[in-house]
């Protein structure tokens, strides 16, 4: 390799810190397939997933790098639709991922490409392009002859020429790592643990996204000291039809209490575009959100008892779940971090999730015949998802959530519920 290609690679892979120390995680089929990569060619195993991609012509990999976190996560969100819209017809994509094993915020996400197209040039010239303007690294692929193992090659961009490194790295089976990796960039990235986290994530956000200095004017006067609420704030839990909105709207009126929601109305006007966007500014809407609730809580406190439709347990709990994929084996363990209640948001005194049959839920929802919201179908779709999603509300600590059945009719439920808010608010 010339001094110039040198100097062009060590640039590009500055970009990957600790490259040769990373993993390789490829998703087929829902199921992470991991390997490495070496500098010496030792022994001859071929990574299952590279015995998997076999029929393939070319194999490619993308990955997004950047250390503008907005930036990077839009240009993710986007590039599987631009990918699946400009490659041609027979290129297959799978999820990729490389990290560093067990080492928290090293995750970086991009994916496989895979094709069998009679010719290169339309493939490789989209990558080319993409490394030219866009915060790619792309590798490629070449199946090893005479038993040698299958090689990497790093492509690198600068000056106008685009080139693929000629020193190969090999590229061998890694055994699975002891956490999922995609709960290493959990924090500040999917579930947010303090206002300044969120609320930096929105104000990055505010020249693309204009909506977001909406948003951040209406946090303007927000922080006060918070003092100890006078009556008890009792937070409803619970996947989209179990039962919240008839519970929360039957214990204000028993209770004779004030019923808030997270979101509040006061950014409903925001919510739908915020749900069009990726993980990282979706979440931080939705963690503000909670902020502005917490806020009115102290106002209403002071005055009845408060009733809440959602709150932070919503928040991290279907942030989490979508975050990792696959069985609820792949969620941080129990007790992890990850699970720990903001230590400046508002802690209520009881939190109720209520539980229901999948079957049960299924019919609530065909009756009720409302639109539904992606995640909403997506719970009904996919059975994993609810799974990671109850166990993440499950998991979440200070405070932890008390189960309630939420089968029975309405109004056993609400007695269930009020001799549970008695027993533990003494109201
Ligand atoms: N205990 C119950 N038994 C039978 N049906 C119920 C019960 N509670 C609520 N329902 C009905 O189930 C449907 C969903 O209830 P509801 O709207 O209260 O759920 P939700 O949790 O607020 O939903 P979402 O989160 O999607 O707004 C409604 O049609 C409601 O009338
Ligand atoms: N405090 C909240 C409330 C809601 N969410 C998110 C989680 C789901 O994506 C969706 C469910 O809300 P619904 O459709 O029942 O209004 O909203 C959140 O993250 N935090």
Request: overall charge negative.
């Given at each position: 390799m010339n001094v110039t290609s040198r100097l062009m690679a060590r640039r590009t892979m500055a970009l990957l810190p600790q490259w040769s120390s990373r993993i390789f995680s490829v998703d087929l089929d829902g199921a992470p397939l991991y390997f490495a990569i070496q500098e010496k060619h030792q022994g001859t195993e071929v990574p299952h997933v590279f015995r998997r991609v076999q029929q393939y012509d070319r194999c490619y990999s993308l990955l997004v790098c950047s250390s503008d976190r907005v930036r990077k996560a839009k240009f993710y969100w986007e590039l599987k639709d631009r990918l699946l819209r400009d490659l041609p017809r027979e290129c297959n994509l799978s999820p990729m991922s490389s990290f560093l094993p067990n080492v928290k915020d090293s995750l970086i996400k991009g994916y496989v490409l895979k094709d069998s197209s009679k010719s290169s040039s339309r493939t490789e010239g989209l990558l080319r392009h993409l490394i030219q303007h866009d915060p790619v690294l792309v590798c490629s692929y070449l199946r090893g002859e005479d038993g040698r193992p299958w090689t990497q090659h790093l492509w690198s961009h600068a000056e106008g020429s685009t080139m693929e490194t000629s020193n190969n790295y090999y590229v061998v089976p890694s055994e699975a790592p002891e956490y999922h990796p995609s709960t290493l960039n959990i924090i500040n990235s999917d579930v947010f643990y303090s206002f300044r986290e969120a609320y930096e994530v929105l104000k990055k956000c505010g020249d693309i996204i204009p909506e977001a200095t909406s948003v951040l004017e209406l946090l303007s006067s927000r922080l006060e000291a918070r003092r100890k609420p006078d009556f008890p704030v009792i937070v409803i839990e619970g996947l989209d039809a179990t039962g919240k909105t008839t519970l929360t709207e039957s214990l204000r009126d028993t209770l004779g209490a004030t019923l808030l929601r997270s979101p509040p109305q006061c950014l409903s006007p925001w919510r739908a575009r915020f749900d069009q966007e990726p993980p990282l500014i979706r979440r931080a809407f939705y963690a503000l959100g909670n902020y502005i609730t917490a806020e009115q809580i102290g106002q209403e406190a002071t005055k009845t008892p408060v009733i809440i439709d959602r709150f932070w347990h919503s928040t991290a709990a279907y942030a989490i779940a979508t975050a990792v994929s696959g069985s609820?084996?792949?969620?941080?363990?129990?007790?992890?971090?990850?699970?720990r209640w903001p230590s400046d948001l508002f802690q209520p005194s009881l939190v109720v999730v209520l539980n229901l049959d999948p079957e049960e839920r299924k019919r609530r929802l065909m009756d009720r015949g409302q639109g539904k919201t992606e995640e909403e179908q997506e719970l009904d779709q996919n059975q994993l998802f609810r799974l990671r999603v109850e166990e993440a509300y499950r998991r979440i600590s200070g405070p932890a959530c008390v189960t309630v059945d939420a089968s029975p009719s309405a109004d056993q439920v609400l007695q269930q519920v009020l001799l549970l808010i008695r027993g533990k608010c003494h109201l």
């Open positions: 609820v084996h792949n969620l941080p363990e129990e007790g992890s971090e990850v699970y």
